[in-house]
Every structure is written in C-alpha cells, then in structure tokens.
T-cell receptor, first 113, second 110 residues
Framework: DAGITQSPRHKVTETGTPVTLRCHQT?????MYWYRQDPGHGLRLIHY???????DKGEVSDGYSVSRSKTEDFLLTLESATSSQTSVYFC????????????FGPGTRLTVT | GENVEQHPSTLSVQEGDSAVIKCTYS??????FPWYKQELGKRPQLIID?????GEKKDQRIAVTLNKTAKHFSLHITETQPEDSAVYFC?????????FGQGTRLTINP
C-alpha cells in the first residue's frame, strides 16, 4: 500500500460546512497529490505538492485549498462544501527521484447533503 | 494542457480471449504512460507503464504499446481470466503530473 493512509475514509457533511481530508505517508516522498474520482471523468487532479509548503493547482482546483506543513501530511480543505464536491477523493505519492510512478491511498468517500 | 481520450468505455470478452484498450493523448511532450486497474471499491493499482523512449513493454499476460508519432498507446491483455474484470485507466504524464483517461470497464464472461 506504499505506506499511504487517508482519513476519514467516509464522511457525510452538510452544504456550507468546512471539511478537511488528511493524507499521511510514512516514506518521506517529496511529491503528493489529491485527485477526485467521479463517474465518467476518471481521476482529476485537484492540487499537488512538491515539498513542504510548496503546492500548485491541478485541473479542478476551484473550491479547494491544500496545505503541507510537514513532509508526511498533505491536507485537502473544502472551505464551504457544495453538493458538486460529493466524490471519492484519492491521495497519491510519487515514488523516487526522476520516477513518475504514482501510488494511491485507499480513498475517502465524501457526501455533501 | 494535456487531454487523454480512452476507448472503449465498456468492453466484454469471453474468458481466454484477448482484450485491447486504446488511448490517445494530445501533448507530444508527455513522456510517461501508466495503466491502472481499479476493482470495485478499491484504490487504483499500477499494473504496467511505458516511457516515451520505449515502443513496447510486456509483463506476463499484459503488454503496452506506444506510438509516439500517432500519439496513442494501448493495453493488451491476453488469455483473460475472471479476475481481470475491473475498470482500467490510462494516463499520460508531463512534469510530474498525470492526466487520466475516462476509464474502461472490462468484463470477462465465463
């Protein structure tokens, strides 16, 4: 499982509330990613990080923010959740120097009612 | 930016037959092309990948081919088995970011 965990694994929240998802890795990899997965859209990149305090936007970043204050944790925050953010969220890490292989965490199923 | 198209969206084959899934990409600078398998309720798992300096790669019953000129790559599964039933995703990478295709649901019929 490449030493990646995500928490919580399931969450139901109401529209307008803030939500934070956590991705934790045990192997000190530099690159970490957040994706969302929706039927018919595959996996879409939300944000990624290339080091502590170094982050950048992906293709679907509106409504999301991220933070990385230490190597092992990458947080995804929905400042004010909307029903369109109901999805399965996957964290991933890139393994090694000059290697593009990404390995995924177990996922978080988020439902916004 | 990069755009990846994947076909077909669903594929049903008889056990023992071969399955082929195709992807096209738009950015000629993409240089890494992984394939992931995702079973129901599970995380995507990397099953094979190919880099732009290689035309073909094989690992037991699965193989991937890359045509850089035409900007397309394909996944080939031979001697399919029931456990091959899953959703398969292709992706293309440039500058440490992956762009995924929409996925193919593969069903192996006994």
């Amino acid at each position: 499982d490449a030493g990646i965990t995500q928490s919580p694994r399931h969450k139901v929240t109401e529209t307008g509330t803030p939500v934070t998802l956590r991705c934790h890795q045990t192997e000190n990899h530099r690159y970490m990613y957040w994706y969302r997965q929706d039927p018919g859209h595959g996996l879409r990149l939300i944000h990624y990080s290339y080091g502590v305090k170094d982050t950048d936007k992906g293709e679907v970043s509106d409504g999301y923010s991220v933070s990385r204050s230490k190597t092992e944790d990458f947080l995804l925050t929905l400042e004010s959740a909307t029903s369109s953010q109901t999805s399965v969220y996957f964290c991933a890490i890139r393994v090694g120097q000059g290697v593009d292989e990404q390995y995924f965490g177990p996922g978080t199923r988020l439902t916004v009612t | 930016g990069e755009n990846v198209e994947q076909h077909p969206s669903t594929l049903s084959v008889q056990e023992g037959d071969s399955a082929v899934i195709k992807c096209t990409y738009s950015d000629s600078a993409s240089n890494y092309f992984p394939w992931y398998k995702q079973e129901l309720g599970k995380r995507p798992q990397l099953i094979i990948d190919i880099r732009s300096n290689v035309g073909e790669k094989k690992d037991q019953r699965i193989a991937v081919t890359l045509n850089k000129t035409a900007k397309h790559f394909s996944l080939h599964i031979t001697e399919t088995q029931p456990e091959d039933s899953a959703v398969y995703f292709c992706a293309a990478s440039k500058h440490q970011k992956l762009v995924f295709g929409q996925g193919t649901r593969l069903t192996i019929n006994p």
